[in-house]
């Protein structure tokens, strides 16, 4: 069964950490360019961050520059995003997605322009 799973995701205060997964099965995930999507409620969905398929390259929004980190485990097949200094605005469901190159330069938050995507975590900042 071709899927990417989320996981990670909760309630943190602002200021605190977070690390997400997202694991995938039934395709072969070294060959995908991997990207997060998030969405916040009430509001349409932002590009977070991209990486490579060897995972020595990557891209960030400059809404998260500075405090996440992208970076993937072919072995595992496995994606995470470590989150750091979490702001309330950071309160959002954490989609990822993985797909051509294309994907990897173009900050897409539309879900047909990806191969696969994921289902979400939920991520909460709040004191």
């Known amino acids: 069964q071709v899927q990417l799973v989320e996981s990670g995701g909760g309630l943190v205060q602002p200021g605190g950490s977070l690390r997400l997964s997202c694991t995938a099965s039934?395709?072969?995930?070294?060959?995908?360019?991997m990207s997060w999507v998030r969405q916040a409620p009430g509001k349409g969905p932002e590009w977070v961050s991209a990486?490579?398929?060897?995972?020595?390259?990557?891209r960030y929004a400059d809404s998260v520059k500075g405090r996440f980190t992208i970076s993937r485990d072919n072995a595992k097949r496995t994606l995470y995003l470590q989150m750091n200094s979490l702001k309330p605005e950071d309160t959002a469901l954490y989609f990822c997605?993985?797909?051509?190159?294309?994907?990897?330069?173009?900050?897409?938050?539309?879900?047909?322009?990806?191969?696969?995507w994921g289902q979400g975590t939920q991520v909460t900042v709040s004191s």
């Open positions: 039934g395709f072969t995930f070294s060959n995908y360019y």
């Open positions: 990486i490579n398929t060897g995972g020595g390259s990557t």
């Open positions: 997605a993985g797909g051509p190159v294309t994907t990897y330069y173009s900050d897409s938050t539309y879900p047909q322009e990806y191969d696969y």
